[in-house]
């Protein structure tokens, strides 16, 4: 190989590199609007729970969830550890929803406090984990 065909691979490399580091900062955006969905969900289904709230709440989240998890399909790069990092945010934010659903409906109904920290609470795990994707591809490019 030549210098000339050394360096121009080289540089085409270093592009399809930072082409790869840009696109992988969707998951960022995946975990903001996630966090937004179930934050919202979350307190209304704990401060108005009615039937008819509690369903339509959960309709209009599996809409949005379902587009979520369209757009994460069709993203063409994974941020570095992807599959660890996006397992271990829903594993905590399953964790914190579960316990905030639980222990809101025995001991905290409708008590706007309890639900919104409760909520709050889970949104840091897809928080966090969208955070390390964007550091993580930061510092492999």
């Known amino acids: 190989m030549r210098r000339d ?3 121009d691979a080289l540089e085409r ?3 399809v590199g930072r082409r790869a580091h840009d696109r992988g900062r969707w998951y960022m955006l995946f975990a903001v609007l996630f966090s937004a969905a179930t934050f919202t969900l979350t307190v209304t289904i704990g401060l108005f729970p009615t039937t008819t709230t509690i369903f339509t709440a959960m309709a209009v989240y599996l809409v ?4 979520l998890i369209t757009f994460a399909l069709r ?3 994974q941020p570095r550890g992807y599959g660890w990092l996006h397992g271990l945010a829903m594993l905590g934010w399953g964790a914190v929803y579960g316990v905030t659903l639980f222990v809101g409906y025995a001991f905290f ?3 706007p406090a309890w639900w919104v920290s409760g909520a709050a609470l889970g949104t840091v795990p897809p928080m966090v984990a969208g955070w ?3 550091r993580r591809n930061r ?3």
């Open 75 to 77: 993203q063409p790069v």
């Open 5 to 7: 065909e050394a360096l």
């Open 109 to 111: 109904p409708e008590d």
């Open 64 to 67: 949005l969830l379902t587009c």
């Open 13 to 15: 490399a270093e592009t």
């Open 132 to 134: 390390l994707a964007v």
């Open 139 to 141: 510092s492999a490019a």
